[in-house]
């Protein structure tokens, strides 16, 4: 008799996140805030039951800003890191400007890991920063 054995394959996977959505109310005014604090010009598309703003990627996680039925902003819940480039604070330095709120400052996590930052955007949603320096 005894226990039975179990073959379990162990499932690789590169990253853990291949999709990101932030929700937003008014949709114009969250593009606008994530355009301006990255420079960049986000693709919409709209459809019958949602809006989406696409942040621009060539290669790795994308990840996009939705508007419509259950898109709900929030500050508690899971904490999206978005890339800070090569110096966080160039993002982190146009957040208020754009209509967000600073709640942590650049902050160092360790030479190794770098640092991050936490904001409030123009939602509502609570989201990170992080950069090497």
């Known amino acids: ?27 114009k005014q969250a593009v606008n805030f994530y355009n301006e604090i990255f420079d960049i010009e986000m693709t919409q598309n709209s459809t ?18 939705i ?9 508690i819940g899971p904490l999206i890191y978005l890339n800070g480039g090569d110096d966080l604070n160039n993002v ?14 650049k902050t160092l996590i360790s030479k190794e890991d ?7 955007d123009s939602q509502g949603n609570k989201l990170a920063l992080h950069s090497n320096n």
């Open 1 to 27: 008799m005894g226990g039975t054995s179990v073959n379990k394959k162990k499932l690789k996977v590169k990253d853990y996140v291949s999709w990101f959505e932030i929700p937003a109310i008014d949709f």
């Open 48 to 65: 019958d039951v949602n809006m989406m703003a696409f942040f621009p990627e060539t290669s790795g996680i994308g990840g996009a800003v």
């Open 67 to 75: 508007a419509g039925p259950g898109s709900i902003p929030a500050a």
């Open 92 to 105: 982190l330095n146009k957040v208020e400007k754009a209509g967000g709120r600073i709640i942590m400052t």
């Open 114 to 120: 770098g640092y991050f930052a936490i904001f409030i």
